[in-house]
């Protein structure tokens, strides 16, 4: 069975930078669009980043130039680079990809902004 994990959440001090990464397990076909969506308490899940076909990438506004997202050739791992991180970046963020037209969630990864 196809699995999504992400990895690299933590606790990181405002301005700082974090690494999110997810990668598949039972995954020999990668993926046609992959992204990330985080969920803060009490507020909705939102996109916060995909990468689609050929490369096409598209990111929510309050992260834009700040946040960054890309995939590996095998299109079986994608990641998500933070810089200059805010306290209202905080929220579980979730990894997200369509394998074989498929949408598979990943368990999330608790991203913490505070000083």
């Known amino acids: 069975q196809v699995q999504v994990m992400e990895s690299g959440g933590g606790l990181v001090q405002p301005g700082g930078s974090l690494r999110l990464s997810c990668e598949t397990s039972?995954?020999?076909?990668?993926?046609?669009?992959m992204a990330w969506y985080r969920q803060a308490p009490g507020k909705e899940r939102e996109l916060v980043a995909s990468i689609v076909g050929g490369g096409t990438t598209n990111y929510a506004d309050s992260v834009k130039d700040r946040f960054s997202i890309s995939r590996d050739k095998a299109h079986t791992r994608v990641y998500l680079q933070m810089n200059s991180l805010k306290p209202e970046d905080t929220a579980v963020y979730y990894c997200?990809?369509?394998?074989?037209?498929?949408?598979?969630w990943g368990q999330g990864t608790q991203v913490t902004v505070s000083s």
């Open positions: 039972g995954n020999i076909w990668g993926t046609s669009a």
């Open positions: 997200w990809m369509k394998i074989r037209g498929a949408a598979r």
